[in-house]
């Protein structure tokens, strides 16, 4: 990618996780605790397959249109199991987060808007979960104080993209920086991180091994496309974030959605 500003929407670092036998919840069988509520390995093995299903299914009828033969993997979708654990995590932290802060989150964003970025039929269970999301996201990092800006959390975010292969590799701090532009993004981002932290710590996150580490989902617009990709969660020896001094913030407004500047 050329040497020009990204416009992010949304990247978050996040989420302390801790040992599944930490408490005594040790189960082969659940993917994540979060407080009382658990997430079982078969809704998100349920949720991968339908994705998958609905998605070949897709790809299918498209290319029996136009007459062509597709092999196995032009049917199989870019996403992971981890990419279902990611988003479910994240959702439940950050429906935490919004009761205790008292902020109300519209349902703006639909999954038949975000189908063709996500490559994936709307009618998707993983579609329906991003959106739900994405209305989160984009109200958590706008009412949030946004952090101090700090050279490894700039670069946090730069080698979660790059491992999308949505940016050019081995970029220097500098460079980084001014790829970035002011590093707005970086700061929000940044706050958010922390706020699913906190929320983590409090109610006791507790994560598969197989599953770590865990990711938040998160997007970058780079021209008219978006990259998603998942930012992993940042322990005690990762970018400091201060949060300490809020700074009233904007409501976010109706027609912002996730590929908003």
């Known amino acids: 990618m050329r040497a020009r500003r990204l416009i992010a929407a949304a990247s978050v670092a996040a989420l302390g996780v801790l040992s599944l036998t930490a408490c005594g919840k040790a189960s082969p069988d659940v993917a994540a605790y979060i407080g009382d509520s658990r997430y079982s390995v078969a809704r998100v093995d349920a949720i991968y397959t339908d994705a998958q299903t609905r998605y070949a299914e897709a790809v299918r009828q498209s290319a029996a249109q136009s007459g062509q033969t597709l092999g196995p993997e032009q049917l199989r979708a870019g996403l992971t199991r981890q990419d279902v ?5 994240s959702i439940d932290l950050g429906k ?3 009761a205790e802060k008292n902020l109300q989150v519209p349902d703006q964003i639909t999954p038949d808007q975000l189908a063709q970025q996500l490559q994936m039929p709307p009618q998707a269970e993983f579609a329906k979960l ?5 209305d ?7 009412q949030l104080p946004p952090a101090d800006l700090s050279d490894e959390s700039v670069m946090a975010v730069y080698h979660a993209i ?6 050019d590799k081995g970029l220097s701090v500098a460079q980084v920086r001014q790829l970035f532009g002011d590093g707005g993004f970086v700061r929000s981002s940044s706050a958010l991180s922390a706020a699913l932290g906190e ?14 580490p865990l990711g938040v989902p998160a997007w970058v617009n780079k021209g008219q496309e978006l990259v998603f990709y998942a930012l992993p969660y940042i322990d ?26």
Request: hydrophobic share 40%; aromatic share 6%.
């Open 136 to 142: 989160l996201f984009v109200v958590l990092s706008q």
């Open 130 to 134: 991003w959106g739900e999301w994405a």
């Open 236 to 261: 005690a020896s990762g970018p400091v974030t201060d949060v300490s001094t809020p700074e009233p913030v904007a409501s976010p407004t109706p027609e912002q959605g996730p590929a908003a500047s």
């Open 85 to 89: 654990v990611n988003l479910l995590v």
């Open 96 to 98: 935490r987060v919004a």
């Open 162 to 167: 790059e491992k999308t292969g949505g940016i």
């Open 199 to 212: 929320q983590a710590d409090k109610v006791d996150v507790e994560v598969n091994p197989r599953y770590r």
